[in-house]
T-cell receptor, first 111, second 117 residues
């Protein structure tokens, strides 16, 4: 059974610092890994999707890496802003169109 | 604003009521999903529909009954719910290419916050 873990569970940084969020998974037989953002009381916003054959994806200040063999992904957010405060979730997609989510990292960026 | 629309945004119901949650998308996606999310927990998959047919049921109790009347709509019918069913219910959709699910991100609605009295 696939298990996804995110460390740390919560993170607080001053504005301008870079954020590093970690995600690990136990079964490397995945199709892709996705990073989502969730604001309180809202749905999930897709940030990046990394295919199993890729090593990284970039979008603006966001960069996500994937090391499938070691079961790890890292999301980097450069020059953090207060608007980046949210919960960040990683999810792996395996056979059958099923996403398995990690527990999330709650991020607070202080002005 | 999201491209997946869920109604209602909030719902309070008694344990003997019957209600329905609705989800709509007009992105041409042929896969649609229901998730349940408890406070400070990640979403948990409930059901997957592929081309309007139920493809995954994650052993969800029968008091939850999904329905996909057409490619744009997904309903979740609720009956005789328990207080522990109180949660945020999220709908999502994604593209498909035949049997290949592989690299299509899922798009989520803002959810329906359900409270069972």
């Amino acid at each position: 059974k696939q298990e996804v873990t995110q460390i740390p569970a919560a993170l607080s940084v001053p504005e301008g610092e870079n954020l590093v969020l970690n995600c690990s998974f136990t079964d490397s037989a995945i199709y892709n890994l996705q990073w989502f953002r969730q604001d309180p009381g809202k749905g999930l916003t897709s940030l990046l999707l990394i295919q199993s054959s890729q090593r990284e994806q970039t979008s603006g200040r966001l960069n996500a890496s994937l090391d499938k063999s070691s079961g790890r992904s890292t999301l980097y957010i450069a020059a953090s802003q207060p608007g980046d405060s949210a919960t960040y979730l990683c999810a792996v997609q395996a056979a059958g169109n099923k996403l398995t989510f990690g527990g999330g990292t709650r991020v607070l960026v202080k002005p | 604003d999201t491209e997946v629309t869920q109604t209602p945004k909030h719902l309070v119901m008694g344990m003997t009521n019957k209600k329905s949650l609705k989800c709509e998308q007009h992105m041409g996606h042929r896969a649609m999903y229901w998730y349940k999310q408890k406070a400070k927990k990640p979403p948990e998959l409930m059901f997957v529909y592929s081309y309007e047919k139920l493809s995954i049921n994650e052993s969800v109790p029968s008091r939850f009954s999904p329905e996909c009347p057409n490619s744009s709509l997904l309903n979740l019918h609720l009956h005789a719910l328990q207080p522990e069913d109180s949660a945020l219910y999220l709908c999502a959709s994604s593209q498909e290419r035949g049997s290949s699910y592989s690299n299509q991100p899922q798009h989520f609605g803002d959810g329906t916050r359900l409270s069972i009295l």
